[in-house]
């Protein structure tokens, strides 16, 4: 069966440092993966989208950027975090076909911090 | 560009009872789908229902049904016989067949009182 894991759980940074969330999806090929902000007490916002390795869409231009390395690796980064970076990422994988209906589905999270 | 609103911020409902959640989008394409997804505490998002704009019938998953009117582009989700691990915020979103961005609503937050 496919998992999706994503990493770490929970991250306080200072602002200015660097960041990195990691999410990687075992038991499929060549899934779409997606980076998603919840900010406090509000919808999610999707900020990458990936088809496939090197291939990366950006939805909101900000000091957040992303990296597809591998095919079922996804990485979320950041050289300077900014205190308007807190917030909780979700990644999503979403297998290919109609018979999948389409459906993402989503990691734990991370609970990200600036402080 | 497609959005997805939910009108209601917040809601409650008496434990049994049936409570409706709207949502309302906007796009110009015909083939799409049409997702609720439920927020516990947890934080996971859990998928509630689906629905193919292709497919004129109601998606139902046990206690949780759809009013899908394609001509109105409106997707409520009704919940029969709440119950008290139905409290969550719910996430209605969208996805169109012709590229990969799901787009989320900002969410109800259904409370059960008992």
């Known amino acids: 069966s496919q998992t999706i894991h994503q990493w770490p759980a929970t991250l306080v940074q200072p602002v200015g440092s660097p960041l990195s969330l990691e999410c990687t999806v075992e038991?499929?090929?060549?899934?779409?993966l997606y980076w998603y902000r919840q900010a406090a007490g509000r919808g999610l916002q999707l900020l990458f989208y990936?088809?496939?390795?090197?291939?990366i869409s950006s939805e909101v231009p900000q000091n957040l950027s992303a990296s597809r390395p591998q095919d079922r690796q996804f990485i979320l980064s950041s050289k300077k975090l900014l205190l308007s970076d807190s917030g909780f990422y979700l990644c999503a994988w979403r297998p290919l076909g109609r018979e999948s209906g389409n459906t993402i589905y989503f990691g734990e999270g991370s609970w990200l911090t600036v402080v | 560009a497609q959005t997805v609103t939910q009108s209601q911020p917040e809601m409650s409902v008496q434990e049994a009872e049936t409570v409706t959640l709207s949502c309302t989008y906007d796009?110009?394409?015909?083939?799409?789908?049409l997702f609720w997804y439920k927020q516990p505490p947890s934080r996971q998002m859990i998928l509630v229902i689906r629905?193919?704009?292709?497919?004129?019938q109601n998606a139902t998953e046990n206690r949780f049904s759809v009013n899908f009117q394609k001509a109105a582009k409106s997707f409520s989700l009704k919940i029969s016989d709440s119950q008290l691990g139905d409290a969550a915020m719910y996430f209605c979103?969208?996805?169109?067949?012709?590229?990969?961005?799901?787009?989320f609503g900002k969410g109800t937050r259904l409370h059960i009182l008992p």
């Open positions: 979103a969208y996805r169109s067949n012709r590229d990969d961005k799901i787009i």
């Open positions: 038991g499929t090929s060549n899934p779409n």
């Open positions: 629905q193919e704009a292709y497919k004129q």
């Open positions: 796009t110009s394409e015909s083939d799409y789908y």
């Open positions: 990936s088809v496939g390795i090197g291939q």
